[in-house]
């Protein structure tokens, strides 16, 4: 059972002064419940990719299909989570993620509330619901985001980037934290980060993206059981996964990004 | 606009100043009003030094004098310029919200009415106060009418640019939370332009009682515009100097309400930021 099934989907950027010829062909598919990660040179067209899947952009070429149909809105059945926050200036953190039952009907409120409270709880902001975002450091309000993009229990999580803005410790943190939210609730997870470690430490599987236009330049299963600890990072397979996909960028020479 | 200059200054910056401020507490009241007093005892003693007669230049003391004697007088002309310039001023801020959602909403009346709105602000409104007269005629309707033209640009443009604001992510964003057209203007589209649309309202409300005492000055025969034709034109040149200082201290208190509805209305704005929690 796939949660997502690309076959050859391209993308071409028809702007003023020439094509840019984004993505593909890339043919992918992520079993339901999967967390896959990306990574791939800068500009390869991780997010082009992420937006696709999510309906929020057309791809000129191939099939799309989520949850077994073609893509060709904004999919309802997700929550995404970009590298800026994006939360609302003008609303306290609880409203913050109360956003998406405001808008999808679906969701009854009084419900909505509580899983809220619950979230901000489990992701150990529950003292700053009353607050407003410019209180909180980046690492929180990204913490908020997260608990915006679960509070419909939606079947996938995308993430673009999610912590690319954040220190090195906070994102150390952030992993963990994203790995308990995560735990036991079988949400098809897409991960695009331009961090070796973090892919690897977060995901079930991590697929390498070539530089534009991107496509797959290698699959890897990542087979750690879970719950997984930081330390895990000084184990030899683990070392060994992160030199497997370093070494692609070194032989393409490019950074990761 | 100028709000997005507020958010553009570094905060280092900003709480910089603001330590140099709590340094020297009072510092900043009570030194322009030494110097304020000041001038106001210089003025008085040049008067009284040079001769100089009350119609030419009056001393503080007899301004204040007249304003005593003629307070009660005083405070009904500023009645109607108040009304005058409160009417207009809120006329011009329904048009000036609408047209700008209008300007926001087509591409086409963007394209066909906004820059003519941009090139017709570069007319001086003073000088086409006089027609005013000529299509509506002598009286307070002219007078509001004309303090609306002069009050309704800096509306339309900030709210152009207030709804134009928006950040394109966001919007993608709530998108994809299913948000319909109509969900993203109310819940995302309006808050955001609100700190640039009370850009423009400061604006034009300190403008207004500019506006209703030009429309005065032309088109009516009440109001502090009128008293202050009057009182230069018969030479009472110390009732027209109280008749400007009350038009200059209504000025700022509306500058000042206006400060506090704001302040009210976008407390999340960046105005009001401190100290940031959690790491
Ligand atoms: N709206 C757009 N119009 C034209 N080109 C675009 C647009 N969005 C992205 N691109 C181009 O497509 C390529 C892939 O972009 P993107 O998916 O953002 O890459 P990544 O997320 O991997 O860094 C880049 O070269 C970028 O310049
Ligand atoms: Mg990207």
Known sequence: MHAVALSKVEKTYFAGQGDVHALGPLSLAIPTGQTLAVVGPSGCGKSTLLRIIAGLDDATGGSVRVADRDVNAPIPDVGIVFQRDLLLDWRNVIDNVMLPAELNKRTDRQTARARAQALLERLGVAEFADRYPWELSGGMRQRVAIARAMLCRPSMLFLDEPFSALDALTRDQMNVILQGVQAGQGVTTLLITHSIQEAVFLSDRVVVMSARPGTVLDDIEVPFPRPRRLSLREDPEFVDIARRIRVHFERAGVLVG | ?279
């Open chain 2, 1 to 279: 606009m100028s709000a997005d200059v507020t958010q553009a200054r570094p905060l280092a910056a900003t709480a910089k100043a603001a330590a140099r401020r709590r340094a020297r507490p009072g510092g900043a009241v009570a030194l322009p009003l030494i110097s304020g007093i000041g001038g106001l005892i210089a003025w008085e003693l040049a008067v009284r030094a040079m001769e100089l007669p009350p119609y030419l230049l009056p001393a503080p003391t007899l301004v204040a004098q007249v304003m005593v004697e003629y307070w009660g007088m005083l405070m009904r002309q500023l009645g109607f310029t108040a009304f005058a310039a409160a009417s207009g001023f809120l006329i011009a801020l329904v048009l000036g919200v609408v047209a700008g959602a209008a300007i926001t909403a087509s591409r086409l009346v963007d394209r066909m009415v906004y820059p003519w709105l941009v090139i017709s602000h570069a007319i001086p409104k003073v000088v086409v106060a006089p027609l005013f007269i000529v299509w509506i005629g002598f009286g307070l309707t002219s007078e509001i009418i004309f303090t609306v033209v002069f009050t309704f640009f800096p509306i339309v443009v900030n709210t152009v640019t207030g709804l134009k604001s928006a950040d394109l992510d966001l919007l993608t964003l709530v998108r994809s939370m299913g948000a319909s057209p109509l969900q993203s203007l109310w819940k995302i589209r309006i808050p955001a332009a609100l700190p640039s649309i009370f850009a423009g309202i400061k604006i034009s409300a300190t403008l207004a009682p500019v506006g209703a005492v030009i429309g005065e000055f032309v088109a009516s025969n009440q109001g502090l515009g009128h008293m202050l034709l009057q009182a230069t034109g018969s030479l009472e040149t110390p009732l027209a100097f109280a008749a400007v200082f009350v038009i200059s201290v209504f000025g700022i208190a509306i500058w000042y309400l206006a400060e506090l509805v704001e302040r009210l209305s976008i407390p999340w704005h960046a105005s009001q930021r401190g100290t940031i929690l959690g790491a």
